[in-house]
């Protein structure tokens, strides 16, 4: 399979992947609507970021390891689903404030990039049906003899379709008129996705993959 060739596949797979909703989507508009753009923005570079773990251990044919081992599944869903949980519960745990403006302003510039990439970054690095998808799409697009710097390119093109698509999401949430309606909810914002986090907390570890 010829380079171009591979690009068309992985960003006709890659891009319904991405826009399927899960754990990453909940979180980046549950980033943007309470941190505001920028931690959005920083979300979504965490999660591309995320994707250089699960096609590293690609590569190098480990995700086929992985994808077939119970006990390395059940230890990434655990994680994965714990990590969820703990995100759940902060939310959950969100308070109404006695001025919401002055605090959403405080907040948007008290909250660290850092950390919006790190949240992101561990997110999506901790999703227990990557190793499974990596191995159905690399299968596809991959072969023994194929150069390093093929892989290298098709894992970067997946990283910046990721991004694209939850930049995309971050700025439809950014705009006025959006964002207006959901700042009206205030702190119900940041119970609501909290408990959208553990519900997906718990299909993570309940489901059977």
Not at 47 to 68: P, Q
Not at 99 to 110: F, H, R, W, Y
Not at 126 to 150: D, G, H, R, W
Request: aromatic residues 12%; hydrophobic residues 55%; charged residues 10%.
């Amino acid at each position: 399979m010829d380079l171009f060739q591979g690009l068309l596949i992985i960003t006709t797979v890659h891009l319904l992947a991405a826009a399927s909703p899960g754990p990453d989507f909940v979180l980046v508009s549950q980033q943007t609507l309470t941190h505001g753009k920028k931690a959005g923005l920083m979300c979504s570079i965490g999660i591309a970021l995320g994707l250089s773990i699960h096609i590293t251990y690609s590569a190098f044919g480990l995700a086929a390891v992985i994808a077939n081992s119970e006990t390395a599944l059940w230890v990434i869903k655990i994680l994965g689903g714990g990590y969820l949980f703990y995100l759940g519960y902060k939310g959950l745990r969100a308070k109404p404030s006695l001025n919401d403006n002055t605090s959403a302003e405080v907040e948007i510039k008290k909250y660290s990039a850092k950390k919006s990439i790190a949240v992101g970054f561990i997110c999506n690095a901790l999703n227990p049906k990557a190793p499974i998808y990596f191995v159905a799409l690399f299968t596809v697009v991959l072969s023994p003899n194929m150069p390093l710097y093929q892989i290298a390119i098709y894992g970067l093109w997946m990283m910046i379709i990721q991004l694209a698509w939850f930049s995309t999401v971050v700025f439809l949430l950014s705009r006025p008129a959006v964002n207006a309606k959901f700042k009206l909810m205030g702190y119900w914002i940041d119970r609501i996705f909290g408990g959208l986090m553990i519900a997906l907390g718990l299909k993570v570890i309940l489901t059977k993959i």
